[in-house]
């Protein structure tokens, strides 16, 4: 053949010819065979790379279909905490306006003192402890039955002061403030009966560092709530009866009434203009 892939001869007995395969044939066969090889090859790497595609485009159709959603989701909430707030303030709005027509109760005048004077002193009691648990954390300050009787004594002035003498003089105002500031917010909801035993065990002298430290927390935690619960309780009254900044009379007119709180201020309700 032309193309070398077989050979002819021809029989010299029987003067058949005959075609015999060379390897030029197997060679041309196997390129054959491997183009067509390589051809579904990349009809299958086409059709992978369509379908790949496809998916990853149905995928990121899903994905923003998904944060649309999402974002008018979060659009509808933060439109409802409008319309909340607004109605809020339109409560508020209302109730000051109400409020304006009279006068404010003397009681809700008391009421108000003296949540503002417990939630005052609490705080101010929570800023002192923060000092008094330094002293007993860094030992600057030692507590227990023999230490308090002989500084009791220094303070009464029957025994020499010593460098805890001052100390511990700080520390029995801070027990004094406590206990009066306790006393003060037990005139509306009665303290929880932990931080009553807390605070009388500190209050007998008898404990050390460690056990003193560890009634301080229970007290610092229920003076806390006292303080957040009197504030709240203040800023709803104010709400109700619009009194911040509104309960200045006109000159010439009288003073309607007035009275004394529980911690001694005095107080006076005078007419709106």
Known sequence: ?????????????TGETRLSRTPVADYQQGLTQARFDNQVGLARLAGDFA?????????????????????ESADADKACDARYE????????????????????????????????????SNQVLSQLDGIERMLSSGQLQLGALSNARQKASLAGFLPSNELTPLYGEYQQFLTRMANVSLL?????QTEGDAERARAAI????????????????????????ADQASQ???TINRTYG??????????????SGGVTSTGHRFTVLPRR
Do not use: C, W
């Open 1 to 13: 053949m032309a193309d070398g892939a077989f050979i002819a001869s021809t029989d010299p007995r």
């Open 51 to 71: 379908g790949a595609r496809q998916q990853s485009q149905q995928s990121f159709d899903a994905r923003m279909t998904q944060l649309k959603i999402d974002a």
């Open 86 to 121: 607004l109605a809020r303030m339109q409560i508020d709005a209302r109730r000051a306006a109400a409020s304006a027509n009279r006068p404010v109760p003397p009681s809700a005048m008391k009421q108000y003192i003296e949540q503002n004077d417990v939630a005052s002193q």
């Open 185 to 189: 917010a037990a005139k509306g909801t």
């Open 203 to 226: 209050v007998s002298g008898n404990g050390d560092n460690a056990s003193v430290l560890a009634n301080l927390r229970v007290v610092r935690e229920v003076l806390r709530r006292q």
């Open 233 to 235: 309780n203040a800023s």
């Open 243 to 256: 009194i911040e900044g509104n309960h200045e009379a006109s000159p010439g007119r009288a003073i309607n």
